[in-house]
């Protein structure tokens, strides 16, 4: 694995209006633009002020672009997560926190150089 630490040029898109009050699902199509699900080898963006929570394992992504949150829902056996690049530039990703303690497990899979 590779990790990079932007100092220079870091393209993050700016947050606008404060985070949402209130957690998309990935499942719902509602919640990305034109109302369909991202597909195998997608460029997706969690953009700055989503929170996504991940009820489905989605498919294999070229490019998973950070800008909000990207919630590991607890509770599920096991959750997936495979892309060829996840850049967390302003963004978290979360599986608990402080209060909650994460019991399910996770695979997070780099398909990328």
């Known amino acids: 694995m590779k990790t990079v630490i932007c100092r220079q040029w870091c393209p993050v898109a700016p947050l606008l209006n404060g985070k949402e009050r209130f957690s998309r699902k990935w499942s719902n199509l509602t919640n990305w633009p034109n109302k369909t699900l991202p597909k195998a080898g997608d460029d997706v963006t969690i953009l700055s002020e989503w929170i996504m929570q ?25 959750s997936n997560l495979s892309a060829n690049n996840i850049w967390i530039r302003q963004g978290r990703l979360i599986a608990g926190d ?14 990328g150089d």
């Open 54 to 78: 991940l009820d489905i394992d989605p498919p294999a992504l070229n490019n998973l672009f950070i800008d909000g949150d990207l919630v590991f829902m607890n509770g599920r056996n096991e």
């Open 98 to 111: 402080e209060n909650t303690s994460f019991t399910s497990k996770i695979n997070i899979i780099l398909l």
